[in-house]
């Protein structure tokens, strides 16, 4: 004990004359975990992906070039770009239109227990396994799920073959079609966009509405020009989980969904059953590239103050 004193004695001296040096000792692991395991492996992949790989021997060639981008301009590889960022874009805007009302609804009208089983039913999902929930909707939509049954209960299987029948989002069913993924990202990554949501709505004060009423607006003019406007923040904010979070998805078009790659996938099949990584790494870029432009264009609009 008399040798501990007589160690935090003269540290607690120096921690009280200087303390930046106690700041930055609390700051170092957080600062070196940052530094080395997040951005140390975001400059390894970036490396990565300005090599190449010798298409004779299957070696990786070291010297630096732009090939392996070059690659990603193949027809093949550029599909599976542009399918990606297309079903990122979808899931996110449909998030955010099944969202507004339900978080307008929390925002303004949700009080004591109302408010807390909207908490509840928001949350629960995100619970249970993923693995769980995806491998569920996949019986849910499979030809002879329960979808499919309830569909045929009301008698509108035509609809539901029509949809089906519908050139490249079609399929033999659900689980095996475009539709079916897009469902399943909808329903594993829209709690992200429902809760910045509807912070954001709550934020905007009730006299706000009211006066914009005295003034003679519509409902539709008061949701245009006074809540939507406020609300945007939060929707970005929302939008930056739902977009990134479909953008690097592997998993969901695995098992839900066609045979035609999403970015994911490209980055686990290159990087472990191909092995060519600088292609891996070049395709697991691009999520990097468009979130970086997205979340620039987000910090413009100020949703950064949402989160």
Known sequence: ?????????????????????????????????????????????????????????????????????????RP????????????????????????????????????????????????????????????AW??????????????DGIGASAVLNAILAIPVIGGNSLSVSYIGTFLVFLYVWMPYMILPLQASLERVPSNLLEAS????????????????????P??????????????GDYIIPQIVGSSRNFIGQAVYAHQGTAGNIPLAAAFAVVPIVIMGVYLWAAKRKGAFDAL
Do not use: C
Not at 127 to 132: F, P
Not at 215 to 229: E, S
């Open 213 to 232: 009423d005295d003034l003679g607006a519509t409902k539709r003019q008061t949701l245009r020009h006074v809540i939507l406007p406020m609300a945007m």
């Open 76 to 135: 093949a590889n550029y599909d599976i770009v542009i399918r990606t960022t297309l079903m990122a874009a979808a899931v996110t805007i449909a998030s955010a239109v099944i969202s507004f009302p339900i978080a307008y609804y929390a925002a303004h009208f949700a009080k004591g227990r109302m408010k807390a089983f909207f908490y509840l039913a928001v949350m629960l999902p995100l619970w249970s396994s993923y693995l769980v929930k995806v491998y």
């Open 138 to 151: 996949k019986l849910i939509l499979a030809k002879e799920g329960i979808l499919t049954w309830a569909i």
């Open 1 to 73: 004990m008399t040798a501990l004193h007589r160690l935090s004695d003269p540290l607690s001296d120096l921690f009280w004359r200087k303390p930046r040096v106690l700041l930055l000792l609390l700051l170092a692991p957080p600062l070196l975990w940052l530094g080395v395991v997040y951005i140390g492996s975001l400059a390894a992949l970036l490396a990565q992906s300005f090599f190449s790989i010798d298409e004779f021997s299957g070696l990786i060639n070291y010297d630096l070039t732009l090939k392996t981008y070059g690659e990603l301009l």
């Open 234 to 247: 939060g929707m970005i904010a929302g939008s930056i989980f739902t977009f990134s979070l479909t953008l």
